[in-house]
């Protein structure tokens, strides 16, 4: 079965830039693969940030912003702030119907 | 307003078939183009999606879990049932429901979630 791969942690300083990706064990990830991403705080569910590659879903600042790098689909954070502190999620859409999570990055922002 | 919202029990004994109820709110489950998935979450660990359903009653559910889960849907409840069998100390998580874009394959509202834990 194919996975989703994702990095597990990364870090930026606030105000910086960071970019994370989501690929896959085998192959590449395309628009086809409908990616979005998640973030999500201790205890909460998760909030949608993007979807379909690239839109952000409502109330989402621009300073987020999807995707495709290479033979990944990515998020990038511009400005990164404290509050951005979370666990970010992409997802991608295998077809049939079927969907599967990336195993999340835990973004550090110090 | 969307909302969604889990009930079920927070304890099953290993074994046993759990059953959760996602009630909606502020959309019909007749919507076209929307839907419900099951996802869930291992305490410290990652999401993992489950299953979903959609207006016209088609289902999908995760390739590992296939065999154990069932997903369902009351219209006039606005209800989407999810049974799982032969839980499992392992299926110990919180289980979430979110409504689902059908041609965008993405979650845009969830539930609060619900622990469940398997114990004996």
């Known amino acids: 079965q194919t996975v989703v791969t994702q990095e597990p942690s990364f870090s930026v300083s606030p105000g910086g830039t960071v970019t994370l990706t989501c690929g896959l064990s085998s192959g590449s990830v395309s628009t086809s693969y409908f990616p979005s991403w998640y973030q ?13 590659t690239n839109t952000r879903s409502s109330g989402v600042p621009d300073r987020f912003s999807g995707s495709i790098l290479g033979n990944k689909a ?33 973004l550090t922002v110090l | 307003q969307v909302t969604l919202k889990e009930s079920g029990p927070v304890l099953v004994k290993p074994t046993e078939t759990l059953t959760l109820t996602c009630t909606v709110s502020g959309f019909s489950l007749s919507n076209a183009r929307m839907g419900v998935s099951w996802i869930r979450q291992p305490p410290g660990k990652a999401l ?12 999908s559910y995760s ?27 392992v299926d110990t998580a919180t289980y979430y429901c979110a409504r689902i874009s059908e041609w965008k394959y993405y979650f845009d509202y969830w539930g609060q979630g619900t622990l469940v834990t398997v114990s004996s």
């Open chain 2, 63 to 89: 390739t590992s879990l296939k065999s154990r889960l069932t997903i369902s849907k009351d219209t006039s409840k606005s209800q989407v049932v999810l049974t799982m069998t032969n839980m499992d100390p």
């Open chain 2, 48 to 59: 993992e999606w489950l299953a979903h359903i959609f207006s016209n009653d088609e289902k």
């Open chain 1, 74 to 106: 990515a998020l990038t954070i511009t400005g990164a702030q404290a509050d951005d502190e979370s666990d970010y999620y992409c997802v991608l859409y295998m077809g049939s119907g079927i969907l599967v999570f990336g195993g999340g990055t835990k």
């Open chain 1, 40 to 52: 999500q705080t201790p205890g909460q569910p998760p909030r949608t940030l993007i979807y379909s």
